[in-house]
């Protein structure tokens, strides 16, 4: 079995809403595939979804 916090993943998913797109990223533990962190932005920005999250 895998040991926790030896590899994580990450993924962006592109929202639409009536306000305009909104950017989901999160980053889940592949040893027990729960999520670890996440980020909701309005930007593509990495400093707003990817090192928040």
């Known amino acids: ?4 916090a030896t590899a994580w993943v ?17 980053v889940l533990d592949l040893a027990d595939r729960k999520v670890i962190g996440w980020s909701l932005s309005s930007t593509m920005k ?3 979804t990817v090192i928040r999250a």
């Not at 079995?1 to 926790?4: L, Y």
């Not at 990450?10 to 999160?26: F, R, V």
């Open 1 to 4: 079995m895998d040991k926790i």
């Open 10 to 26: 990450s993924d962006i998913t592109y929202i639409n809403t009536t306000q305009g797109w909104l950017y989901l990223t999160t």
């Open 46 to 48: 990495a400093i707003a």
